[in-house]
C-alpha cells in the first residue's frame, strides 16, 4: 500500500556518531491495531477533513483512545502524501534528540535530507540557522508531508521545542502538517491558528465513545447489553475508552452481564490498576493528597477545596489537573467549578478509606459547615451524616433556618428525607425540633407536640440563652400545630413574635426565611379570617400568596389563594373570588406533589382536603350569585366529594346548598341543613354570619319575622350594614313598613358593600311596590341593578316578589339591565306579527299558567320559575304542558313566540 511505503520509506539502522544515544527504530513504528479497534467514522472524518490544515491536536485523558483514533485512521487514510509517525516519551524534548527524531522521520517520508543529521545540529542545534534550513528543505519537498507527534504532554515545557516547531511550521510554505497528540495542549500559540481557521481540535468529549461504539466494542468481547444496562455503562464510564475495555474484559463470559453493570465501580481490579498506574502515582505527594481529600465532593470548588483541604493552592491545583486531562472535568453551569469521572471518584474514596480512615469525617464536617454557611441545606445535611454525626446535621438544619422547608415537605425533600434518621433521644433541642417538624409534615400533631415539649425541656435544661434560630423554629412549629386546631388568637400572637425573630436573620439566610414567612402568612391569613378580622386577613393572604409564589411555595401559595377566594366571595367581589379560585385549582395538583404534605398545608391554613374542594366551594359560590343553577350544583358536588377538615368549607357547603335549594323552592330542607352546622364551633365568623344572615332569611321567607329578629339579635356585632338588611326585611314581613324603610335606606344611602346594597334597594322597591308605587319601586330596581352589575349578582333579583318581577319584564330599560349583568345575553328581537296563517288561541290561559309564560319568555329554567312563583317543579311543568297545548305548539320557544304574536306578552 503506498501509504505503508510512505510511513516506513527507510528502514536502514541510522549511523550515529560516538557518545549519542542511538535512534530507537520503534519510536517511527505506528502502533499496531488490536484486535478489539472500534470504527470511528466520524472522527475518522474529522482528520481527513483537517488534512488541509497546518495544525491538527488530539487531547484527551489517558486512555481516551487517541493514539488509537490516529494511528487507525493512518492505515484506512487514501491521501498519497506521506505521513511519518514519532512516539514522544520523557526526555525526548531536549533540542538535539528531539530534532534529530523529526529530521529523521522527514527523512523516511521523503524529504530530501541527510541521515546522520545530528552532525548538523550538535549542543546549538536549535540556531536559527538550523531551523531556516528544515524549514528551507520542507518547503522545496514535491508534496506537502504529514508528521504526528504522539505524546507531546510527555515533554518538558521548559525546553523551546514548540516555538522551534512552529517557526518550521510557519516557514514551511505549507508543505508540513502536523498532528500533535497528548493528554494536555502543547504549548504552540494555538490561539493563533484557531483565530485563523486553520486548527482541528479533538478534545475529550469527541473521543467519548457513542452507544454504537460501545455496542461494537462489546460485540467484539462477545457481549451484549439491553438498552438499559447499555445506557448504565455509558454513564458510568463517559464513554471513557479504557474504562469500557477494562470493563468489557471484566464483563466476557459473564452471563449476567447486564446485572453486573450496575455494581461495576472504579475500585474494580483492572481500572484501579491502570488509575493508579497511569494518574495517581504520576501525581506529586501533595496532590495525590489533594485529590483524596476533595473525593468526598461531588463538586469541587476552588473555595470549598480550599475549606476541606485547608490549603491555599486550591484553584492552581485544580486547573493544573483540568489542563492534564487528569479526570477532572470543569461542570457545564460554572467555569471554575469542576467534578472527577465517576470511576476515578470511585477509586480516589476507596483509597482515602484505605490510607486515612480517620480524615474522611474530619473532612466531611469541614464539608457540611461550609455548605450550611451558604444555605445548601441538602449538601450540608448529606456531608453531615457521611461524617456519622446525625445531631450536627440536625443542628444545621435547624440553624439554617430549615424549618420552612421540613415542615412543607417532610422526608418528601433530600434534607428530611436524611434527618429523619436522627436519633428521637439524642441530647439537644436541635434534634427534637427536626423530628417535630417532621411530624408535622406527616400531620402527627400528638408526636410532634410531645417532641415541641421535650425541646422546651431541653432548652432549659442547657441553661444557655435559647438561640434565635432555635426559638424561631419552636414558635413556627406552636404555630402551625395551632392552626391545626383552629386556636386562631394563639396563631395571630405568635405570628407577631415570629416576625421580629425573621427580621433578625442573617442575610444569607433570608431565601429560606422566604418559605417560612409564606408557612407563617398563610396561617396567620387564615387565624384572621377565623377570627372575623376580614379587611385584615384579606391583606395577610395578598401578601401570602406573593412571598410564597416568589419563595416557590406551591403549598402555602395554594392554601392562601383559598381562603382568599372564599374571603372574597363573602365580600361580594366576585370576579375577583372567580379569578383566586380558578387559580387554586389549577395549582392544587402542583401544590399536592410539591408540598408533598397535606397536613402540613392544612395546618398552614389550608383546606386540609386532598384536592381543591375549597376552590370548587368559591366557584360554587360565585355561580350561585349569579344564578347559575346548574355550574353551582356542579362545583358544589365537587367541593363535597371530598370531606374536609376545614370548618369554613363544610360551612360553605352547607350555605351554597341551602341557596340552591331555596332556589327549588325547597325551603324546609334548605333550613334544615343550615341548622345542622349551625353549633360548628371552629367556623370563621364571618362564615357563621353568613348562615345565621341565610336562617333569618328563611325564616322570613317561611313567614316567621320574629325568629329572623332573634338571629339577627345574636349577631355581634349587630349593628353592621348585612344585618341591618334582614332585620329591615324582618320588620316589614313582621308589618312595620316604615321601620323596615328606615333601616333600608340608611344602608342604601351609604357605602355598605355591593351585595349587601342590593339587597337593601330590592327591599325599598318592595315597600315601594306594596305601596302601589310604581315608580318609586322603579327607581329603586335600577339602583339595585345598577349595584349588581359589576359582578353580575341575579339571585337576590330571583327570589324578589311576583309584582317586582313583573316590573323588571315590562320596563324596557329595566329588562335589559337585569339581563346583561348575568348572563350577557344580547337584546332580543322584536315581536314577529302573527300572520294569516296562525291560528288564535281558542282557549284562554289561567293567571298563573300567564305567571309561568312569563318567566319562560325571561328564558328562565323550570327550577328558576318554580323558585320565583314559590310553587314546586311537578306543578310548574304541569303548567308548561297546558300552556303549550292551548298555544298549539310542542317547544317552548315557539310558544313564546306565538304569545307575542298574539299580544299575550
Not at 491495531?33 to 477533513?49: E, K, N
Not at 455496542?215 to 448504565?232: K, Q, Y
Not at 406552636?478 to 413574635?497: F, G, M, N, P, Y
Not at 412571598?547 to 401559595?557: D, I, K, L, W
Request: aromatic letters at 4%; charged letters at 25%.
Amino acid at each position: 500500500m503506498a501509504t505503508d511505503v510512505a510511513i516506513a520509506l527507510s528502514t536502514n539502522p541510522v549511523p550515529v556518531p560516538a557518545g549519542e544515544d542511538p535512534l530507537l527504530e520503534s519510536k517511527f513504528a505506528v502502533p499496531e491495531a488490536p484486535p478489539f479497534l472500534v470504527t470511528r467514522s466520524r472522527l475518522w472524518g474529522t482528520l481527513t477533513a483537517a488534512e488541509h490544515d497546518p495544525i491538527t491536536v488530539v487531547v484527551g485523558s489517558a486512555g481516551a483512545g487517541k493514539t488509537q483514533l490516529v494511528a487507525s485512521w493512518l492505515r484506512i487514510r487514501t491521501s498519497s502524501a506521506p505521513a511519518a509517525w514519532i512516539t514522544l516519551e520523557e526526555g525526548d524534548g531536549a533540542a538535539a534528540v528531539f530534532w534529530a527524531y523529526v529530521v529523521e522521520a522527514l527523512r523516511r517520508a521523503g524529504v530530501n535530507l541527510p541521515t546522520a543529521t545530528q552532525h548538523a545540529f550538535p549542543g546549538a542545534a536549535t540556531h536559527r540557522s538550523f531551523l531556516s534550513w528544515l524549514a528551507g528543505e520542507i518547503a522545496a519537498a514535491p508534496e506537502p508531508v504529514m508528521l504526528v507527534l504522539d505524546g507531546t504532554s510527555c515533554l518538558d515545557d521548559q525546553h523551546p521545542w514548540a516555538a522551534d516547531l512552529d517557526f518550521v511550521l510557519r516557514h514551511a510554505g505549507e508543505r508540513l502538517r502536523i498532528i500533535l497528540i497528548g493528554r494536555s495542549d502543547p504549548p504552540l500559540p494555538l490561539h493563533r491558528y484557531r483565530l485563523a481557521g486553520r486548527l482541528t481540535e479533538i478534545r475529550g468529549r469527541d473521543l467519548a465513545f457513542t452507544p454504537a461504539e460501545t455496542a461494537e466494542l462489546l460485540d467484539l468481547h462477545g457481549i451484549s447489553l439491553p438498552d438499559g444496562a447499555l445506557s448504565a455503562l455509558l454513564r458510568r464510564t463517559e464513554g471513557w475508552a479504557a474504562g469500557l475495555r477494562l470493563l468489557a474484559m471484566a464483563l466476557s463470559g459473564r452471563p449476567d452481564a447486564d446485572r453486573e453493570v450496575e455494581q461495576l465501580t472504579g475500585d474494580d481490579a483492572g481500572i484501579a490498576e491502570y488509575f493508579l498506574g497511569e494518574v495517581l502515582r504520576n501525581q506529586p505527594a501533595d496532590v495525590r493528597s489533594f485529590l483524596l481529600e476533595t473525593s468526598i465532593l461531588d463538586v469541587v470548588t476552588p473555595a470549598l477545596a480550599e475549606a476541606v483541604t485547608g490549603r491555599g493552592d486550591s484553584r492552581r491545583v485544580l486547573a493544573a489537573l483540568r489542563r492534564k486531562n487528569a479526570f477532572v472535568v470543569p461542570t457545564d453551569d460554572h467555569a471554575t467549578a469542576y467534578r472527577y469521572h465517576p470511576l476515578f471518584a470511585d477509586l480516589l474514596r476507596t483509597q482515602l478509606a484505605l490510607d486515612a480512615p480517620e480524615r474522611r469525617p474530619r473532612l466531611h464536617g469541614r464539608a457540611a459547615s461550609w455548605f450550611a454557611a451558604r444555605g445548601d441545606l441538602t449538601r450540608a445535611v448529606e456531608h453531615a451524616f457521611a461524617a456519622g454525626d446525625p445531631t450536627a446535621a440536625a443542628s444545621l438544619a435547624i440553624h439554617g433556618y430549615a424549618i420552612g422547608q421540613l415542615v412543607l415537605h417532610g422526608q418528601r425533600c433530600r434534607p428530611g428525607e436524611l434527618l429523619s434518621a436522627v436519633p428521637e433521644a439524642a441530647p439537644t433541642p436541635e434534634s427534637a425540633l427536626v423530628q417535630a417538624a417532621l411530624a408535622v409534615a406527616e400531620n402527627d400533631s400528638e408526636r410532634a407536640i410531645h417532641l415541641l415539649d421535650r425541646a422546651r425541656s431541653l432548652v432549659v435544661e442547657g441553661g444557655a440563652p435559647c438561640p434565635d434560630p432555635v426559638a424561631l423554629t419552636g414558635i413556627v412549629l406552636e404555630i402551625v400545630l395551632a392552626a391545626a386546631h383552629q386556636q386562631s388568637a394563639r396563631v395571630v400572637r405568635s405570628a407577631h413574635v415570629a416576625d421580629v425573630l425573621l427580621d433578625r436573620a442573617p442575610p444569607e439566610f433570608r431565601a429560606r426565611c422566604a418559605e417560612i414567612r409564606a408557612v407563617l402568612l398563610t396561617a396567620r391569613g387564615a387565624a384572621e379570617s377565623r377570627l372575623g378580622l376580614v379587611d385584615v386577613a384579606v391583606e395577610t393572604l395578598r401578601q401570602a400568596i406573593t412571598v410564597a409564589g416568589s419563595a416557590g411555595c406551591a403549598g402555602p401559595r395554594k392554601s392562601a389563594l383559598e381562603q382568599l377566594a372564599l374571603v372574597e366571595a363573602h365580600r361580594g367581589r366576585l370576579r375577583q373570588a372567580a379569578a383566586l379560585a380558578g387559580e387554586a385549582a389549577s395549582a392544587a395538583s402542583g401544590a399536592s406533589g410539591a408540598s408533598g404534605a397535606s397536613g402540613a398545608s392544612g395546618a398552614s391554613g389550608a383546606s386540609g382536603a386532598s384536592g381543591a374542594e375549597a376552590a370548587e366551594l368559591t366557584l360554587a359560590w360565585v355561580a350561585a350569585e349569579r344564578y347559575e343553577v346548574e355550574p353551582a350544583w356542579h362545583h358544589l358536588r365537587a367541593a363535597a366529594a371530598h370531606p374536609s377538615a376545614d370548618p369554613a368549607v363544610t360551612s360553605g357547603i352547607a350555605l351554597i346548598k341551602a341557596r340552591l335549594l331555596r332556589a327549588r323552592g325547597e325551603f324546609r330542607e334548605a333550613r334544615a341543613i343550615l341548622e345542622a352546622c349551625a353549633d360548628e364551633r371552629h367556623t370563621p365568623l364571618w362564615m357563621a354570619r353568613e348562615l345565621a344572615i341565610a336562617r333569618a332569611r328563611l325564616a322570613i321567607a317561611a313567614g316567621d319575622p320574629a325568629e329572623a329578629e332573634a338571629l339577627v339579635r345574636s349577631l355581634t356585632p349587630s349593628e353592621t350594614d348585612d344585618v341591618t338588611v334582614v332585620h329591615a326585611a324582618a320588620r316589614l314581613a313582621a308589618g312595620d313598613a316604615e321601620q323596615a324603610r328606615l333601616l333600608a335606606r340608611a344602608v342604601a344611602g351609604g357605602s355598605a358593600p355591593a351585595p349587601v346594597q342590593v339587597d337593601a334597594w330590592l327591599l325599598l322597591a318592595t315597600i315601594a311596590a306594596d305601596e302601589q308605587d310604581a315608580d318609586r319601586a322603579r327607581r329603586a330596581l335600577r339602583h339595585a341593578l345598577r349595584a349588581a352589575a359589576p359582578e353580575s349578582q341575579r339571585r337576590p333579583f330571583n327570589e324578589i316578589a311576583p309584582v317586582l318581577r313583573r316590573l323588571l319584564r315590562e320596563d324596557p330599560e329595566l329588562r335589559e339591565r337585569f339581563r346583561l349583568p348575568g348572563t350577557d345575553e344580547p337584546s332580543r328581537p322584536a315581536p314577529t306579527p302573527a300572520t294569516a296563517e296562525e291560528p288564535v288561541l281558542v282557549e284562554p290561559l289561567s293567571k298563573r299558567e300567564m305567571d309561568v309564560l312569563l318567566q319562560m319568555a325571561a328564558m328562565l329554567p323550570t327550577e328558576e320559575i318554580a323558585a320565583t312563583l314559590y310553587v314546586s317543579i311537578n306543578t310548574v311543568k304541569t303548567h308548561v304542558r297546558s300552556i303549550l297545548r292551548k298555544l298549539a305548539v310542542s317547544r317552548r320557544s315557539e310558544a313564546v313566540r306565538r304569545a307575542r304574536a298574539l299580544g299575550l306578552i
